[in-house]
T-cell receptor
Framework: KNEVEQSPQNLTAQEGEFITINCSYS?????LHWLQQHPGGGIVSLFM???GKKKHGRLIATINIQEKHSSLHITASHPRDSAVYIC??????????FGKGTHLIIQP | EPEVTQTPSHQVTQMGQEVILRCVPI?????FYWYRQILGQKVEFLVS????????KSEIFDDQFSVERPDGSNFTLKIRSTKLEDSAMYFC???????????????FGPGTRLTVL
């Protein structure tokens, strides 16, 4: 069974700062997902990646398969980025295994 | 843009009652999932569904739970006799399942908050 660990659990930063959230997992995977959960509870998929790097706007996700590690970066952070960011692995027939999430607060 | 919908948004029930949570996945998607999130905890996988049958289920998904796709559009989760510990947010998700792989971006519904009294 895959164990997914995220760090930090909580992060408060000032607007404009560069943010990094880390994720490590214990067993080799076919896909890793970064998700965003809003205060109301809704979950939105940000990225799915199996190798290398993906970029969407101010968000960048990287994965190192050999080290079983992924990072999510936010450049030029903004208060609207405040949310819980969740790393999850898998997603095939056996569904996703989730980390506990990183609570991010961006202060103006 | 296509989206996954869930009804109701909030369900309150008495312990021991049956509840049915409903989901309408994105229409051309092939894989369907139910997840739950107990307040303050991480999201947990319950069950996956493909080709009109269960693909995988977790140890949480015991005999009290069942899933069904009765009409080709709705995807339901039934809890036969609810317990206090079933109180949680239940999320439905679907993915497109490109040929040769089931590993695709998952699209989540807004969730149903179930409160068991």
């Amino acid at each position: 069974k895959n164990e997914v660990e995220q760090s930090p659990q909580n992060l408060t930063a000032q607007e404009g700062e560069f943010i990094t959230i880390n994720c490590s997992y214990s067993v080799g995977i076919s896909a890793l997902h970064w998700l965003q959960q809003h205060p109301g509870g809704g979950i939105v998929s940000l990225f799915m990646l199996s190798s290398g790097k993906k970029k969407h706007g101010r968000l960048i996700a990287t994965i190192n398969i050999q080290e079983k590690h992924s990072s999510l970066h936010i450049t030029a952070s903004h208060p609207r980025d405040s949310a819980v960011y969740i790393c999850a692995v898998g997603g095939g027939a056996d569904g996703l295994t989730f980390g506990k999430g990183t609570h991010l607060i961006i202060q103006p | 843009e296509p989206e996954v919908t869930q009804t109701p948004s909030h369900q309150v029930t008495q312990m021991g009652q049956e509840v049915i949570l409903r989901c309408v996945p994105i229409s051309n998607h092939l894989y369907f999932y139910w997840y739950r999130q107990i307040l303050g905890q991480k999201v947990e996988f319950l069950v996956s569904f493909y080709n009109n049958e269960i693909s995988e289920k977790s140890e949480i998904f015991d005999d009290q739970f069942s899933v069904e796709r009765p009409d080709g559009s709705n995807f339901t989760l039934k809890i036969r006799s609810t317990k206090l510990e079933d109180s949680a947010m239940y999320f439905c998700a679907s993915n497109g399942g490109r040929m040769g792989t089931s590993y695709n971006e998952q699209f989540f519904g807004p969730g149903t908050r179930l409160t068991v009294l």
